[in-house]
């Protein structure tokens, strides 16, 4: 027992069931141990998956965002979620035994939603299931799916760039992913194809379309717009590389102009899921008006 400012009697908050609920989550983090170095080191080896990194702070920004709201909530428990954490272990330990590193990273999520359910109750739950939800993206696809998607996205970027390089009066030849220029030839490499760049694009929309209240079939189509918006944003980058090889030869695939290349249409792709955003919620109110 407290007292206030005028002497008055103020209960002291129990700490008992964040204590548990911070035990409960160090010892699902203490369980997975042996399966994030493996997933990190992947995200440094392969530039596509860098964004991996950032999915966790983002993840813990969604939930500190919800702190109010979480800290009004009475603490319960949720027989619900023992199944949910029987499931994502079961799954651990099947992916680890069975070398399917993919089953134990997805499994992650899936027992700290259990965990925070079983420990926590519903009503805290409901407001952070968003962010625990959102450790999906920072799971790499697994290998015998992400080569050969890869490799066709290669190629459907370098047939779209050489029907399009004529037309911007570039001459080009295309064998398979090589796009051979007068001067130099080019090669839409796997780092270059648009799978990074609609993965990326929708970590980015389903952490934005978090950020503040939206009607959910506006937060489902900021997801959605990854797809069309990273496969737009990637040609773009590819036709605007291969224009800057054509008319200044190598010196246009310095590591620093490229890199600056891709930045830029990546910032004017996020502008455009902002103007998308914008006009669906003023497309919402007309509506509800």
Request: proline residues 8%.
């Amino acid at each position: 027992m407290t007292f206030g400012p005028h002497g008055r009697a103020v209960p002291r908050p129990d700490l008992a069931p964040w204590a548990w609920l911070g035990l409960g989550v160090a010892g699902v983090f203490v369980a997975y141990a042996p399966v994030v170095p493996s997933m990190v080191a992947e995200w440094v080896q392969f530039p596509s998956l860098s964004h991996g990194f950032a999915i966790p702070l983002i993840a813990a920004f969604l939930v500190w965002g919800r702190r109010a709201r979480i800290s009004a909530e009475r603490f319960g428990t949720s027989a619900i979620g023992i199944p949910l954490v029987a499931l994502g272990l079961m799954l651990l330990v099947v992916g680890s035994l069975g070398g399917e590193s993919f089953l134990a990273r997805v499994s992650l999520p899936l027992t700290l939603l259990g965990t925070v359910l079983y420990l926590a109750g519903p009503g805290v739950t409901r407001h952070v299931w968003a962010g625990i939800a959102y450790l999906i993206f920072m799971v790499p696809l697994p290998f015998v799916f992400l080569k050969p998607l890869t490799y066709q996205s290669q190629l459907f970027d370098a047939t779209l760039t050489a029907r399009a390089l004529p037309w911007l009066g570039v001459p080009v030849l295309q064998e398979g992913i090589f796009l051979h220029l007068p001067n130099i030839s080019l090669e839409v490499a796997p780092d270059c194809s648009s799978v990074p760049a609609i993965a990326a694009l929708a970590a980015l929309g389903a952490a934005y379309a978090q950020m503040k209240p939206r009607p959910a079939w506006i937060r489902v189509l900021l997801v959605v717009a990854a797809v069309p918006l990273g496969l737009g944003s990637n040609l773009v980058r590819i036709i605007l590389t291969a224009l800057s090889a054509y008319h200044f030869g190598r010196a246009a695939l310095d590591n620093v102009v490229h890199m600056f290349n891709g930045t830029t249409v990546f910032l004017a792709t996020v502008v455009l899921l902002v103007v998308l955003d914008t006009v669906l919620l003023r497309l919402d109110r007309t509506k509800a008006g």
